[in-house]
């Protein structure tokens, strides 16, 4: 099973269809793309290139991003995408540590690539240029024979607790996420549009793949990133769009006040990151009832639990704002439970370390045996989150384990204090952390990026929750450190409040 065979397959049904659009123009029908796909797949195995090799794409987001994809799959070959946002040194490590011979870049990144390229990479090709379109000069060749177990995807983690590990996704891996998308968060029919703001490389690459299945239509923004004014201009354009979005995202979204026409947005789905209460309540108001979440990692791709659009807009449900803090159900393909630190399950309501399995979960890290045997347990992939499961099913996440904060012997989790401090109508954004201290272990502090005075903070934690679980220091920032992806980075947080003595 190749995922190039749903290319291939669009094709053949229905060749004049739009497969690519780039602002508001398309770019390629289903037919040219799969007919270019068949040839520059030849082209690439005329370079040597043999099944099972890796090739990167080091680019920013184009139309050329998702047809580079397709090309490797169609030879048989395996797509390593990589954050265009990441440092040459960082691209150097991931290129060498996933021995990949060849790369597709974009023309802000080729010379980077060049400087630090390792020994393996034999060859470098920039989309636009003529060693790009002379791939589709090549004879036409078959898709490649690939099983579901075959490695069609290899996604390198962040690495904010050390050197990235590459996930091993295969395309039977791929074929299940995007069965899940399309069953339980966004119902696509043929010509629906995905809008692609969110790197191609991370999240919104991956609904690449469902949006082919069902013979829709990737956009990419004319400037290729996220602008609130661009973005509202391409959707009310296409209609019916879809988007997959950080929640710093929909944030800008809701605060810009663009208009969408009715009928503009069929989904907008959040990841990568929770999104609080209030956040989506003023997405709600804003945008109105389109909005759905995914929890998932890269290894289970988008794939864990969901809390759907339905969900999300039925205030009316008397535990709608539980279910609003939560992550959802498990999807239908997926199970998840609650453990301990030795392992055991864990009652209804019980908060511990949420494990996984299902038909989405990676195979393991490429040549990382040790890490591999830690998250992969007995079938189960160990997330490193912590959360409870209600005893209808949903699964709220409290934090990361290594953000869980322990003063004076109980636990606290920085979401829970988060939640109660962005309900002030002065604070924009907000990040809890531990600060290590000689008489409790750790006392809880808060950075808080707004205007609000740190007595109404106080009296806010006090009316709200338990006293030992309120900051004993507020930090006014203007801004919080954030990754590529719009994460909050606790972890640079904990160091630069080293710093403040």
């Known amino acids: 099973m190749n995922m190039a065979l749903w290319l291939e397959r669009a094709g053949k049904a229905d060749p004049a269809a739009p497969a690519l659009g780039h602002g508001r123009a398309?770019?390629?029908?289903?037919?040219?793309?799969?007919?270019?796909?068949?040839?520059?797949?030849?082209?690439?195995?005329?370079?040597?290139?043999?099944?099972?090799?890796?090739v990167a794409i080091i680019a920013a987001n184009s139309p050329d991003y998702a047809a580079a994809m397709y090309v490797i799959w169609h030879a048989g070959l395996v797509a390593v995408p990589v954050n265009a946002k990441l440092h040459g040194l960082e691209i150097a490590y991931i290129l060498e540590h996933s021995g990949s011979r060849a790369a597709f870049v974009s023309a802000d990144l080729e010379a980077a690539v060049l400087a630090h390229a390792p020994g393996s990479l034999q060859h470098v090709i920039r989309f636009g240029t003529p060693a790009w379109h002379g791939l589709a000069r090549a004879d036409a060749v078959p898709v490649a024979?690939?099983?579901?177990?075959?490695?069609?995807?290899?996604?390198?983690?962040?690495?904010?607790?050390?050197?990235?590990?590459?996930?091993?996704l295969s395309h039977g891996n791929l074929a299940a996420m995007s069965f899940a998308y399309a069953m339980e968060v966004d119902s696509i029919a043929p010509g629906d549009p995905?809008?692609?703001?969110?790197?191609?490389?991370?999240?919104?690459?991956l609904y690449i793949m469902a949006h082919v299945m069902r013979m829709g239509i990737n956009v990419v923004p004319e400037s290729g990133g996220f602008d609130p004014a661009e973005i509202a201009a391409t959707m009310?354009?296409?209609?019916?769009?879809?988007?997959?979005?950080?929640?710093?995202?929909?944030?800008?979204?809701?605060?810009?006040?663009?208009?969408?026409?009715?009928?503009?947005?069929?989904?907008?789905?959040?990841?990568?990151?929770?999104?609080?209460?209030?956040?989506?309540?003023?997405?709600?108001?804003q945008l109105g009832p389109c909005?759905?979440?995914?929890?998932?990692?890269?290894?289970?791709?988008?794939?864990?639990?969901?809390?759907?659009?339905?969900?999300?807009?039925?205030?009316?449900?008397?535990?709608?704002?539980?279910?609003?803090?939560?992550?959802?159900?498990?999807?239908?393909?997926?199970?998840?439970?609650?453990?301990?630190e030795t392992g055991r399950h864990l009652p209804v309501g019980e908060t511990g370390e949420v494990i996984a399995r299902g038909a989405p979960v990676m195979a393991g890290y490429w040549n990382n045996p040790a890490a591999t045997a830690k998250s992969l347990r007995d079938g189960w992939l160990f997330t490193g989150d912590v959360g409870a499961i209600d005893e209808h099913g949903y699964l709220t996440l409290k934090d990361r384990a290594n953000d869980l904060i322990i003063s004076g012997g109980?636990?606290?989790?920085?979401?829970?204090?988060?939640?109660?401090?962005?309900?002030?109508?002065?604070?924009?954004?907000?990040?809890?952390?531990?600060?290590?201290?000689?008489?409790?272990?750790?006392?809880?502090?808060a950075y808080v990026?707004?205007?609000?005075?740190?007595?109404?903070?106080?009296?806010?934690?006090?009316?709200?929750?338990?006293?030992?679980?309120?900051?004993?220091?507020?930090?006014?920032?203007?801004a919080l450190p954030k990754s590529n992806y719009g994460k909050i980075l606790k972890t640079e947080l904990r160091a630069i409040d080293k710093t403040r003595g």
């Open 145 to 168: 024979p690939r099983s579901p177990s075959d490695l069609a995807w290899l996604f390198y983690t962040s690495g904010t607790t050390g050197r990235p590990k590459g996930a091993m």
């Open 236 to 285: 009310n354009h296409w209609r019916r769009m879809s988007m997959f979005a950080a929640p710093t995202m929909i944030k800008r979204l809701t605060a810009s006040g663009v208009a969408f026409a009715p009928g503009t947005i069929r989904t907008i789905i959040w990841g990568g990151a929770p999104m609080y209460v209030e956040d989506t309540r003023a997405a709600l108001e």
């Open 291 to 340: 909005l759905a979440q995914i929890y998932g990692q890269g290894e289970s791709p988008m794939t864990i639990s969901n809390l759907g659009k339905a969900e999300i807009g039925d205030f009316r449900h008397p535990l709608w704002l539980d279910r609003l803090a939560s992550a959802g159900r498990a999807y239908a393909c997926m199970e998840i439970a609650v453990v301990d």
């Open 26 to 54: 398309v770019t390629a029908s289903y037919g040219d793309l799969a007919a270019g796909t068949s040839r520059r797949a030849g082209g690439l195995l005329q370079l040597g290139l043999a099944a099972g090799d890796r």
């Open 410 to 445: 109980s636990n606290i989790y920085p979401r829970e204090v988060e939640e109660v401090l962005l309900q002030h109508p002065a604070v924009r954004e907000v990040s809890v952390i531990g600060r290590p201290d000689a008489e409790w272990g750790e006392v809880v502090v």
């Open 449 to 478: 990026v707004g205007e609000a005075p740190a007595r109404e903070l106080d009296a806010l934690c006090l009316e709200r929750i338990a006293r030992f679980k309120r900051p004993k220091d507020y930090v006014r920032v203007e």
């Open 194 to 205: 995905i809008l692609h703001a969110a790197p191609m490389s991370h999240g919104s690459g």
